[in-house]
């Protein structure tokens, strides 16, 4: 059974950092593409962060760009998150994601995540 569970969510101040973990079960992580998405209250889930299964190739929303650093230990089938600087907008459910090959949109995902909440304060 595919499983990944998220951790690292929590309450934050803006301006500070947070790391999400993705703990994946299966040979399979080492041998898919992974994602971050959120989603915020009202609104859509969107695309944060994807890196492919070598971790050589990494790719970021606009809106995350230079703050968020996404990185994978297929030794360890765990993926990460590393979110500088956060803002009040930043605000989400964090949705670890795998899928075949390196994915932008829900289109190419194959599995997710339960998800973990994100909360920054202004």
């Known amino acids: 059974?595919?499983?990944?569970?998220?951790?690292?969510?929590?309450l934050v101040q803006a301006g500070g950092s947070l790391r999400l973990s993705c703990a994946a079960s299966?040979?399979?992580?080492?041998s898919h593409a992974m994602?971050?998405?959120?989603?915020?209250?009202?609104?859509e889930r969107?695309?944060?962060?994807?890196i492919t299964w070598g971790g050589d190739t990494t790719h970021y929303a606009d809106?995350?760009?230079d703050r968020f650093t996404i990185s994978r230990d297929n030794a360890e089938?765990?993926?990460?998150?590393?979110?500088?600087?956060l803002k009040p907008e930043d605000t989400a459910v964090y949705y670890c994601a795998g899928s075949r090959s390196i994915a932008t949109t829900e289109r190419g995902i194959a599995y997710w995540g339960?998800?973990?909440?994100?909360?920054v304060s202004s």
Not at 46 to 50: K, R, Y
Not at 77 to 85: A, E, G
């Open 77 to 85: 089938n765990t993926l990460y998150l590393q979110m500088n600087s």
């Open 1 to 10: 059974q595919i499983q990944l569970i998220e951790s690292g969510g929590g």
């Open 26 to 30: 299966g040979r399979w992580f080492s």
């Open 114 to 119: 339960q998800g973990t909440q994100v909360t």
């Open 63 to 65: 809106s995350v760009k």
């Open 35 to 43: 994602a971050w998405f959120r989603q915020a209250p009202g609104t």
């Open 46 to 50: 969107e695309f944060v962060a994807t």
